[in-house]
Structure formats: C-alpha cells, structure tokens
C-alpha cells in the first residue's frame, strides 16, 4: 500500500513562473491537506480538499495560489508568478477521515531563483 | 483563535535520559491531539493520537502522552532516550475545526551521547 505521494521532490523556478506540486494521497483516502514548512519553523495550513470540493482555504493567500482535487488524478497546489518568498517545502497529507490522523508526503522543495 | 504552544524550541538530552517534550493546546472543544516526528528532509510520521478514551496514550518507538484537560496539555515522554530519537517533534490538534489539523512550532530534540 503506497504511501502519500508528492513530485517533484525539488523544485527550481525562476521568479515570475509557474510551480505545479502534485499530490497522490494513500489509496482509500478522500481527505488531502497541503502545508508550507519554513526553515526552523512549523507547518502552516493552506488548503484542504475532499474530491472535487474545496472544504477550507482559509491559509490560501489570496493571490497567485490555487489548488484542486479532481475526481481522477492527483491534487494539484498551483503557485503562479512565483516570487523568492513562495520558497519552501511544502507538504501533502491524507486522511480517510478527519479524526484518523494525517500521513504526510515526503514534501516538494520549491526554490525561487 | 485556536493554536498549539510547544515549549522549548530546542531540547537536549543524554542518551538513556527521560525524554520531556511539552505542548499546550487552547481549542474550548474536545481536542484531537497528535504528536508527529519528523526527520531530516523527510515528510512528518504520526507517533500517537488522543481521540476519547484513555487518557493516557502510548505510540511507537516507545513514546507516550498524557491528554490533561485541566492543564490543556498533552506532553511527550520516553523513558530512555536513544541516538536514533534525534529528530524534530510536532504537536497537533484538530480542536474547533473539523477541516483542519494545526500544528505547532515543533522542538528539535538532540540526544547527547
């Protein structure tokens, strides 16, 4: 049973491009999460998603982020115009409910050049 | 607004020594509390949960936790600390809010020979 899967692990973008972050979340799980880790501090909450809904966006800025889970295929976190503070790792998890836990990727390391 | 205090960015032991990790929640709700470890360049692991029940909850790699609702705490211990426990802890709680899970700033623990 694979665990949550996220590509690429490492990111390299040029400040004003486009960064695509994929997610496949455990099989059986309808429940995806993103957060963005900074160094030396904690996960921040972004988005999460059931299939094809957004349940809660509150950590979303409000510009340049988006994410989606569609029915078939992977969830995707999409940062458009990057800029060198979207540098960061940013993780996945999934769940099968909301009171299991979360299991966690292995994280994509964006770099903003 | 609902958040996670852990106390001690950093800590230290020898190994063989307790192992002593603090967190606090504030949700008014009944909690869902989780501690995660997480190593270097890797995704978090969930260690243990606290749903309802015992308070008293016992995870892998010999870690276990106590929900206090007095003290709206639910600490980390190990007895014996070992090399390999070298890593980063993170607490969490689910709390008021269904959609997400929040978590702190975690504590770096390091295990002195």
């Known amino acids: 049973n694979a665990g949550v899967m996220q590509n690429p692990r490492h990111l390299v973008r040029r400040r004003g491009q486009e960064a695509r972050l994929r997610c496949s979340p455990m099989k059986g799980h309808s429940h995806v999460y993103w957060y963005r880790q900074l160094p030396e501090e904690g996960l921040k909450f972004m988005v999460y998603l059931q299939k094809e809904n957004i349940i809660d966006e509150s950590g979303m800025p409000k510009e340049r982020f988006s994410a989606e889970f569609p029915k078939e295929g992977p969830s995707i976190l999409r940062i458009q115009q990057v800029v060198r503070g979207d540098s960061a790792a940013y993780f996945c998890?999934?769940?099968?409910?909301?009171?299991?836990?979360?299991?966690f990727g292995s994280g994509t390391q964006l770099s903003v050049l | 607004a609902q958040s996670v205090t852990q106390l001690g960015s950093h800590v230290s032991v020898s190994e063989g020594a307790l192992v002593l990790l603090r967190c606090n929640y504030s949700s008014s709700v009944p909690p869902y509390l989780f501690w995660y470890v997480q190593y270097p360049n890797q995704g978090l692991q969930l260690l243990l949960k606290?749903?309802?029940?015992?308070?008293l909850v016992k995870g892998i790699n010999g870690f276990e936790a106590e929900f206090k609702k007095s003290e709206t705490s639910f600490h980390l211990t190990k007895p014996s600390a070992h090399m390999s426990d070298a890593a980063e802890y993170f607490c969490a709680d689910r709390g008021s809010s269904a959609s997400k899970i929040i978590f702190g700033s975690g504590t770096r623990l390091s295990i002195r020979p």
């Open positions: 606290y749903t309802t029940g015992a308070t």
């Open positions: 998890a999934s769940s099968p409910n909301s009171e299991s836990g979360l299991f």
